[in-house]
């Protein structure tokens, strides 16, 4: 079966239009609407980039089972590793805000001081080392630090 993808601005106004939560939910489930998994969209990435999973773990600065299991689709990232993986990869800015969407991730928001360093970071195509670096020296969280 072909796959139907529905821009989100249609599937809103369906939403809004529907009497019927389960009836909208069934006729337009995942499979419809073009949400990839993320360990399926982290997977592709490898292909794209001409990569592989073990290299971008190691450079995402995760550890490897973790990591190992992220690709499996066995986990579920935290938004630190997501973004850890955005800049393992070397994804500007507009990829990786589809990358946390897909993570089901809140995006990068320019007034939250850190995402602005992670921001200023992305377009700078700085490694997670560099990072990390900027960000202990700011006194903010580093990424992967509890909060």
Same mark, same amino acid.
């Given at each position: 079966?072909?796959?139907? *993808?529905?821009?989100t601005?249609?599937l809103? #106004? *369906?939403?809004?239009?529907? !009497?019927? &939560? ?5 006729? +337009? ?11 399926? +969209?982290? $997977? !592709?990435?490898? #292909?794209?980039k001409? $990569?592989?999973?073990? $290299? &971008? &773990?190691?450079?995402a600065? &995760? ?14 990232? !935290?938004?630190?590793?997501?973004? #850890? ?11 990786? #805000?589809?990358? @946390? ?6 995006? @990068? +928001? ?9 921001i200023?970071? @992305?377009?700078?195509? +700085? ?5 990390? !670096? ?14």
């Open positions: 079966m072909k796959e139907l *993808k529905i821009p601005d249609s809103m #106004q *369906k939403l809004l239009k529907t !009497s019927s &939560i389960d009836r909208f939910i069934r006729r +337009y489930n995942e499979k419809t609407t073009g949400v990839t998994e993320f360990h399926e +969209y982290i $997977t !592709s990435l490898l #292909q794209e001409n $990569t592989d999973h073990l $290299t &971008i &773990i190691k450079n600065d &995760i550890e490897r089972n973790y990591g190992l299991q992220l690709f499996k689709g066995i986990r579920k990232p !935290s938004r630190d590793k997501v973004l #850890q993986l955005a800049l393992a990869f070397g994804l500007d800015l507009e990829e990786t #805000q589809k990358l @946390l969407t897909i993570a089901r991730k809140s995006a @990068l +928001y320019p007034k939250i001081e850190r995402d602005a360093v992670v200023f970071a @992305l377009r700078k195509k +700085y490694c997670v080392l560099d990072i990390q !670096s900027t960000l202990h020296e700011l006194g903010i969280p580093l990424l992967g630090e509890e909060r």
